[in-house]
């Protein structure tokens, strides 16, 4: 089985930086997609950022300019460096990769989510 263990999440002031890891371990043939989505109490979960090679990445626009996302394959490890944190970035963060376990099968795990509280 392939799982995902996500660490960095804490209470920050307004303007502070963080950085979220998630490492994946188990029976990984290959990782596709790495991603950080989160949510706040009463909405859906949104994608903040997500990655599938040094080129090809994606993030929400409100996130744009001030959160960086960033793998290390050897490492099966994703990060998000999220700077200039506003109260609004307030929600629980979850990781999420895809990708094929040893059998050729394909995976879709999450984490079990880390909170990011950004309050003064």
């Known amino acids: 089985q392939v799982q995902v263990v996500e660490s960095g999440g804490g209470l920050v002031q307004p303007g502070e930086s963080l950085t979220l890891s998630c490492k994946a371990s188990?029976?990984?043939?290959?990782?596709?997609?790495m991603g950080w989505y989160r949510q706040v109490p009463g909405k859906q979960r949104e994608l903040v950022a997500d990655?599938?090679?040094?080129?090809?990445?994606h993030y929400a626009d409100d996130v744009k300019g001030r959160f960086t996302i960033s793998r290390d394959d050897a490492k099966r490890t994703v990060y998000l460096q999220m700077n200039s944190l506003k109260p609004e970035d307030t929600a629980v963060y979850y990781c999420?990769?895809?990708?094929?376990?040893?059998?050729?099968?394909?995976?879709?795990?999450w984490g079990q989510g880390t909170l990011v509280n950004v309050s003064s």
């Open positions: 990655i599938a090679s040094t080129i090809t990445q």
């Open positions: 999420y990769t895809s990708g094929w376990d040893d059998y050729r099968q394909e995976f879709r795990v």
């Open positions: 188990g029976s990984i043939f290959s990782i596709y997609v």
